[in-house]
Structures are given as structure tokens and as C-alpha cells.
């Protein structure tokens, strides 16, 4: 505190407090979170971070406009997204070890932009030939390996810029609040909630507008307005750069990971002391790598605590020379291993739900194109279904913020927030269940009344595709309840140096998400198809039973919930030093 102090200090003087207030007023005008400013000073509250910061970042996933079907023509949808979820790990990476959130995102954006500028040069220069062509109507013609090998090289440049920044800028933007001060704390976990709705807002202008350029075959025009509005927001993104509150990089995860597992395995045999005190450990506060705050000894995984135990030798180390860190670990260091496995249960229960969200852009459009799409002479396109998804999130995000969350804090007599974050995905895991149940029920009914319009035709049912909103809407619920929620918990729960790893963790989810549908669809058509049926999930819905892979999907999900309801039980909480704790009932899931 001596340098937050001191810079203080100098604020509080600049106002003339009197002497015997000044350290008082001092703390309370710096963060209290370990975060400082573009200097590398200690942040000031009142010049850095906050909405300013949080509303000019969230403004970057209101101009993320590129879809998947950019890639058709020579790119499958799966490598492309699971290319993007993988740099989202190396941006995630770079973000904690060495550069920093700031210069990642600043980057990783640049790299967006110029990966959009190439695909829009080379769209009009070369790929939309003859003119006007790209539509249901009149087709492309052929392209040269150059040719080909451009667009291959913008669109991965992309797959680039956008995994290594969009980790790292929900992360970034959560750092403008001081999470132990109480007002800016609420701040920390409402910026999620928001975050999430500029995600959507996001997705919607490209459902909307680039749709109505790709069906009229403007391509070009569609990739430049993308590249455009990406440029601006990189403006944007540094014309807040004095504003921003930063997180000092803390070195590479990895290595102090592998530390603390060799220095365990190399006193596997030695007797732990029966007080954690007697534990090495850093003796200033801030003693996590890089300054950021120290993590306090918890009892689980007591294996991994013999990293922290100091033996002769260690002592002769550190007299001849200094501490091995490959011998001996702090107790901080030690937790942040621990940290990482507490959250890997939860993590890997969470994949299971991103395979039912993947549904609302795969089997649920080919479910509603088999659905009557016409009102009057005005045709529905089956993919702007998803815009009542889009609808859902906004408003149960508001109704949860305004109304769900002070209900039940007021219930449970709390004055900090209603359901906790484990609670709220366990909720979303429900109303995912829901979903799936109501979209199998609206496949029986729509194989009903094709058969009774037409058995085994190729035509479409009777059935109006509006009987699908029910399923959106509840994806869209479950997601406001699972991924805002995911998203503030492993931020809160990741150690300081490994808050970005905590979001890649969301991320990377949603992409095995992405192969485990695939696989999982692949498995039942396997197991399904027989001499004289064509399989659950054929060509001609008509002939098949998507209802059962629904209903199975939900199924699945229950016992995903189940076993997340056990891991979520066990799961216990991060504990940082000068952090109010919460109590135990708080920290945990309860029903």
C-alpha cells in the first residue's frame, strides 16, 4: 500500500484535507484491487476505470459482425470456429504472462482489422466476379489458387484477431471496477450482464443487415461495413487509453503450474506441519508473481501444500543463493494451482450445455425450413428465428438485473446480490432442459401434421414456424443465467494472473460444444439408420425423428445437472487476502 499511498496522497493534498485525514482519504481514493494506471502507478478511482472505461469496451462486441457463413465457399463452419476458440487460448496466454489485457486487445484488434481489409480488397477485387454475383441467382466463377489462398489467409487472420482479443476484452473491461469496493463491486458484476447483451446486440446487426447484403449477393459492401466498424472501434478502444485501469502481467502460467506439481512430487514423503503458518510464503501483501493479491491457504488438495514446505535444503538455498522455485513454491502460488482444479469440474459440466445451445444454429433452422415460413406472400427465412433468442436475452437480462435479483436478495435478507453464480448456471442448466423438451414436442407436432399433409413428401408442414419461439426464448433465457454467469464466475474465481485464462475457459467450452454435437449426431445417425430407416436426423425431416435426438439432448442435460449440482456442492471458494470473504452458505451452490 506504501505506493498507493504516496500517489494518493499527493491527490488528497491537492485538496487541501487536513493532515490527520490524509491516509484515511488516501486508501479510499485508490483502488483497492492491486489494479494501476497506464504508468504503472496505482489507479486512481476517481480518473481511471469504471462505466467510462467498461461502456467504450463494451462497444467493440457491438461492431463484431462476421459470420460463419462468410466461409462457405471454401471453409468449413467447425474448423474455422474451432480455430477461433484455439486462439482464444493463446491470446488468453499472451494477455496473462506477458503483454497484459490492454496491448493483447489493442493487437489482437489491429490484427481483425486488417484481416477484414484484406478479405474486403480481395472480395472486390477478385472473388465477386462477375459483378452482382454471390446470390441464390447467379454464381461466382472460378479463382485462382492466389486467389483462393488470400481469402484463406484473411479469414484466418480473423479466426485470429478475433480469438486473441475476445478473451481478453470481457476480462479488460471487468478490470475498471474495484471488485473490494462495494459500489464499483455491483458495477464489476452488472458490466457482465451488458457484456453479454452488446455480444448479442452484435450478432443481431449481422443476422439483419450483412443477411440482406449476402441474400442480394453484396458481398463486398457487407465485409468493408464489418471492416469499418472494426476500425472505429479500435479507434475507440485507444482514445480511452489514459482511462484505463490495468492488471500487470504475472509471467508464464505454465511454469509456475509445473513448480508447484515437481515441487510436491519431490517431497512426496515429507510430513506436513499441522498449521498451515508454518507454510512458506510471501511476507508482503500482493505476494502472488507480478504483484497481484495473495490467495489464503485452503485444505483441499493437501498433497499439492508439501510445494510449500520448507525443508534443510531449503533453507541452504536460500542462504547460499536465494529460494529454488523448483523446490520450494508460496502458498499463493500453491492456491493458484488449486484454484485451476476446482474449476475444471465445473468447466467440463458446462460443455454439455453448449451442445444444446450449438441446436439454435443447426438443427433448429432446419427444423423451422421444414415448418410453414409464409405470412400471406411475405417469406420467413428459418435463421431469423434467432432473432427472438436475440429478444430473449435482452429482456431477461433486464429482468434479472431489475427484478429477479433484488427479489431474491430481499428473501434471503442479503444486501449484496440474489442467486449466486453457481446457482444461476445450474439454473440456466434447467431452463436449457426446458427448451429441448418444448422443441421435441414441436417436432411431434410437426411430424404430425406432415403426415397428415403429406406423408414422406419433401414439402414443408402445415405447422407455422412461430410455434419454434418458445425454444428460442428459452435458450435465450438459459443463456442469461449460464453464460453471464459462467463469465462472472471464472472471472471472480480465477486468481489474478489467470483472469483471462478464466474466460478462454468459457470460450473453449462453447467450441467442444461445437464437436461434441457433431459427434454426438454423428453416433445417432450411426446407431439409428437401418436397412428401411433413413435415421433420426435425415435429409427429409419428414422421414425421421428429431424429436428423440431433442428429447435425448434433454435427457442428457438432467444428468449433466445432477452431476453438476455434486461438483457444484463441493466447490469451494477463492479466498484473497483483505478481501471480505463470504460466508459459506454464499460461497457455495445451494438449492
Known amino acids: 500500500m506504501a505506493n498507493c499511498l504516496e500517489v494518493c496522497s499527493k491527490e488528497v493534498s491537492e485538496k487541501s484535507y487536513p493532515c490527520e485525514y490524509l491516509e484515511e482519504e488516501a486508501q479510499e481514493l485508490c483502488t483497492l484491487d492491486g489494479t494501476v494506471d497506464w504508468h504503472g502507478r496505482p489507479a486512481i478511482k476517481e480518473k ?78 477478385f472473388l465477386i466476379r462477375p459483378k452482382g454475383c454471390g446470390n441464390e441467382l447467379t454464381p461466382c466463377g472460378t479463382h485462382s489458387s492466389m486467389e483462393v489462398g488470400l481469402f484463406y489467409l484473411s479469414i484466418y487472420l480473423i479466426a485470429l484477431g478475433n ?23 455491483q458495477s464489476k458484476v452488472s458490466f457482465f450482464s451488458y457484456f453479454y447483451l452488446a455480444l448479442n446486440l452484435g450478432s443481431l446487426f449481422s443476422n439483419t443487415i450483412l ?57 512426496c514423503r515429507v510430513e506436513l506441519p ?22 489464503l491457504h485452503t485444505d483441499e488438495f493437501k498433497f499439492l501444500d508439501k510445494a510449500a ?34 474449476l475444471l469440474p465445473i468447466w467440463l459440466c458446462t460443455i454439455l450445455y453448449s451442445v444444446v445451445f450449438t441446436q439454435m444454429a443447426s438443427l433448429f433452422v432446419e427444423q423451422g425450413a421444414a415448418m410453414k415460413t409464409t405470412i400471406s406472400n411475405f417469406n420467413i427465412p428459418a435463421a431469423s428465428m434467432s432473432s427472438f433468442d436475440i429478444l430473449s436475452v435482452a429482456l431477461f437480462i433486464f429482468l434479472y438485473r431489475r427484478v429477479f435479483d433484488p427479489l431474491v436478495a ?28 418444448s422443441a421435441g414436442i414441436v417436432e411431434c407436432y410437426r411430424l404430425k401434421h406432415a403426415k397428415a399433409d403429406c406423408i414422406h413428401c419433401e414439402g414443408s408442414s402445415s405447422l407455422s414456424i412461430f410455434w419454434q419461439v418458445p425454444q428460442y426464448a428459452l435458450i435465450g433465457a438459459s443463456e442469461v443465467f449460464m453464460y453471464v454467469g459462467q463469465l462472472e464466475f471464472f472471472n471472480a474465481q480465477a486468481p489474478d494472473g489467470l483472469k483471462s485464462f478464466g474466460s478462454a475457459l468459457c470460450m473453449t467450452s462453447i467450441s467442444l460444444g461445437n464437436y461434441v454435437s457433431s459427434l454426438l449426431v454423428t453416433m445417432v445417425m450411426k446407431i439409428s439408420t437401418e436397412d428401411h430407416m433413413p435415421g433420426w436426423i435425415p435429409g427429409n425431416l419428414n422421414r425421421g425423428h428429431l424429436d428423440r435426438f431433442y428429447f435425448l439432448l434433454a435427457g442428457l442435460t438432467t444428468i449433466d445437472l445432477v452431476v453438476y449440482t455434486v461438483c457444484a456442492r463441493w466447490y469451494k471458494c477463492i479466498k484473497l487476502e483483505g478481501k471480505c470473504e463470504e460466508s459459506k452458505e454464499e460461497g457455495n451452490f445451494r438449492v
Open 48 to 125: 481511471s476505470g469504471q462505466w467510462v472505461a467498461g461502456i467504450i469496451i463494451l462497444f467493440l462486441f457491438l461492431t463484431r459482425v462476421l459470420q460463419q457463413g462468410n466461409a462457405d465457399a471454401a471453409n468449413s463452419v467447425s474448423k474455422w470456429t474451432g480455430t477461433v476458440y484455439i486462439f482464444s487460448l493463446v491470446g488468453a496466454f499472451l494477455s496473462d504472462s506477458y503483454w497484459g489485457r490492454y496491448k493483447t486487445c489493442a493487437i489482437f484488434q489491429a490484427i481483425f482489422v486488417v484481416g477484414l481489409v484484406i478479405l474486403s480488397l480481395s472480395s472486390y477485387l
Open 163 to 185: 480469438g486473441g482479443y475476445q478473451p481478453n476484452i470481457a476480462t479488460f473491461g471487468a478490470d475498471q471496477f474495484d471488485e473490494e469496493d462495494p459500489k464499483e463491486g
Open 211 to 267: 443477411g440482406y447484403f449476402e441474400d442480394e449477393g453484396m458481398w463486398a459492401l457487407g465485409f468493408w461495413a464489418s471492416a469499418g466498424s472494426a476500425f472505429l472501434a479500435l479507434v475507440l478502444f485507444l482514445a480511452g487509453t489514459s482511462r484505463y485501469r490495468h492488471f500487470k502481467p504475472t509471467g508464464n502460467p505454465l511454469s509456475r503450474f509445473c513448480q508447484v506439481i515437481i515441487a510436491a512430487t519431490k517431497k
Open 274 to 295: 499441522p498449521e498451515s503458518e508454518d507454510l512458506y510464503d510471501e511476507s508482503v501483501k500482493g505476494g502472488a508473481a507480478g504483484g497481484g493479491r495473495k490467495i
Open 309 to 342: 514446505f520448507i525443508s534443510e535444503r531449503d533453507i541452504d538455498d536460500q542462504k547460499q543463493g536465494g529460494r529454488n522455485p523448483w523446490r520450494l513454491c508460496p502458498v499463493t502460488q500453491v492456491e493458484e494451482v488449486k484454484c485451476i482444479l476446482r
Open 410 to 437: 430481499k428473501i434471503r435478507k442479503t444486501s449484496s446480490k440474489g442467486f449466486t453464480e453457481l446457482q444461476r448456471m445450474g439454473i440456466g442448466l434447467v431452463i436449457a432442459v426446458m427448451a429441448m423438451v
